[in-house]
């Protein structure tokens, strides 16, 4: 029995066309709220956790609503093709409230203008205000008023102002906090198409995901899931390659209006859609594996059946270590995509592009050796190493700052790219091998509740520890709660690939 590579890349336009969203999401919303919008690192982060808390109850509904949809074109395709065109229509109209920001910030939102310096130096320059670093100064105290207004991003060999980053990018953003507050207008319009937005991508991502396991049987699911994310980071690395040439992390397009980046993005999905709708036959793919499935013997109903459909208690605890384990390595992750954007720049004075390129890129250099490796070794005893190099390369990474030599900072970038592909591939096979055919969109719903948990709570706990203590406590705080993972990781002794059996009931001779 082998997979069938060429349907699963075809299914894997779906989770190709999402990650091209969550990758320009989370690297260009934390920027224009920061950035445009004056909010803290804080405040931020509660936004950044509203698609969390809406996925939360969202996820797991529309997961089971498609279990039950029977359509022409399968249960999941339509929640697809409605999600999709929703999401990339409000992508556009959320340009309009980025540009109306922009415009209320006047002078002060063209980055390196003396006249947009000095309107900055005159509202906010006798105001306390705190560098990345956390420490507390006033403007008035370091510079007169043309001091201020004659620095500018790149310092005269080129490399960032740390003046710049220090002390004009706090003040301009206590100015856009100000412009805020008198005139809520752009952020009112801005939060409203953004929450419609969110629902939109709720609507599809269960169904999407939970298509891979419909049509691939469950010994080849792990070799499944590492194609479907290497169609996630291969759409991921295409957004980050459109930053890149649009120079979207550059300090000095700090303020640039966004709206080309997002229809240039809103595009791709649609074609990726496009692309989905003319490949894939759902129901004809699901009956073909099921055939494929009883012909090698292997049960369709997952490891709850053998108790009735009742899951045994052992198998349970597993489920909740799984589910913890998850929980605890998002909170590590979510934390540095989150806000990996700001900190690049802030800290490291590197566009945040390259480097997340870097660990995109590694990570689609090992989603198949992984996926091989994985059907040998086990998905438990994998996940357990992808932690242990997701830690090391964060630990790392927080002694790394703007001095620090750009290769070491990309050889662990590299290496977190490489764990966490690692982690990735064998978490969702393991969850859904614990459930039956007919419940694999709920499964799918558990899964993705445990990791929007997560990603609730972690950016705005990080946001407010960098507020408190400085940027730099980003990676500690990731390496800490991926620790923690491995933890947990260690008391899950059930949801491992079982071999397909070569005939008959041979199929159920190796227990988890």
């Known amino acids: 029995m082998k997979l069938n590579t060429r349907r699963t890349l075809c299914v894997g336009f779906a989770f190709f066309l999402i990650c091209v969203f969550w990758q320009a999401y989370d690297?260009?919303?934390?920027?224009?709220?920061t950035d445009k919008f004056g909010m803290s690192q804080a405040a931020s982060g509660v936004v950044m956790a509203l698609d969390n808390i809406l996925a939360l109850f969202l996820l797991p509904l529309f997961g089971a609503l498609s279990d039950r949809v029977k359509t022409p074109v399968g249960r999941r395709t339509p929640f697809i093709l409605a999600g999709t065109i929703a999401a990339c229509l409000l992508l556009s109209a959320l340009t309009a409230a980025d540009g109306m920001q922009l415009k209320a910030l006047g002078a002060a939102g063209v980055v390196d203008d003396p006249a947009g310096l000095e309107a900055v130096y005159d509202r906010v320059g006798g105001e306390p205000l705190r560098t990345h670093e956390g420490e507390e100064f006033v403007l008035a105290d370091l510079y007169t008023r043309e001091e201020f207004a004659a620095i500018r991003t790149t310092a005269e060999d080129g490399s960032a102002d740390p003046a710049y980053t220090s002390y004009v990018a706090p003040a301009r953003q206590a100015y856009a906090a100000a412009v805020t507050r008198e005139s809520r207008t752009p952020l009112i319009l801005f939060m409203g198409i953004l929450f419609l937005l969110l629902i939109a991508m709720a609507l599809f991502r269960s169904p999407a995901v939970a298509l891979m396991p419909d049509v691939t049987p469950k010994p080849l699911r792990s070799k499944g899931n590492a194609i479907i994310n290497l169609m996630g980071s291969a759409g991921g690395i295409l957004v980050l390659i459109l930053g890149t040439v649009m120079a979207t992390g550059a300090v000095r397009n700090s303020l640039m209006p966004y709206r080309g980046f997002f229809l240039a993005v809103a595009g791709i999905m649609l074609l990726s859609l496009a692309a989905f709708m003319a490949t894939v036959r759902?129901?004809?793919?699901?009956?073909?594996?099921?055939?494929?499935?009883?012909?090698?013997g292997i049960e369709e109903d997952g490891e709850e059946s053998s108790s009735g459909g009742r899951m045994p208690a052992a198998q349970r605890r597993s489920l909740l270590f799984l589910l913890a384990?998850?929980?605890?390595?998002?909170?590590?992750?979510?934390?540095?995509?989150?806000?990996?954007?700001?900190?690049?720049?802030?800290?490291?004075?590197?566009?945040?592009?390259?480097?997340?390129?870097?660990?995109?890129?590694?990570?689609?250099?090992?989603?198949?050796?992984?996926?091989?490796?994985?059907?040998?070794?086990?998905?438990?005893?994998?996940?357990?190493?992808?932690?242990?190099?997701?830690?090391?390369?964060?630990?790392?990474?927080?002694?790394?700052?703007?001095?620090?030599?750009?290769?070491?900072?990309?050889?662990?970038?590299?290496?977190?790219?490489?764990?966490w592909a690692t982690i990735n591939v064998n978490s969702f096979p393991m969850v859904v091998e614990m459930a039956r055919n007919s419940d694999t969109g709920r499964y799918t719903g558990f899964y993705y509740t445990a990791s929007m948990a997560a990603q609730i709570v972690t950016p705005m706990f990080s946001g407010w520890l960098m507020d408190a203590w400085g940027l730099s406590v980003l990676f500690p705080y990731a390496a800490v709660f991926a620790a923690l993972s491995f933890v947990t990781m260690l008391f899950v002794r059930h949801g491992d690939s079982k071999p397909a059996a070569r005939k008959g009931l041979e199929a159920f001779d190796n227990d988890d």
């Open 27 to 33: 690297t260009i919303i934390p920027k224009i709220l």
């Open 282 to 296: 759902e129901n004809r793919f699901v009956e073909e594996m099921r055939a494929v499935s009883r012909e090698n």
């Open 325 to 419: 384990s998850i929980v605890l390595w998002f909170m590590a992750y979510n934390a540095v995509s989150s806000k990996y954007s700001v900190y690049a720049g802030k800290v490291l004075g590197l566009d945040y592009n390259f480097t997340l390129i870097i660990a995109q890129g590694a990570a689609i250099l090992s989603y198949l050796p992984v996926g091989v490796l994985s059907t040998r070794f086990g998905r438990r005893k994998m996940i357990l190493a992808g932690i242990l190099m997701l830690t090391a390369a964060f630990c790392v990474a927080a002694f790394l700052r703007a001095d620090s030599p750009a290769l070491l900072m990309n050889a662990m970038f590299a290496l977190a790219g490489i764990g």
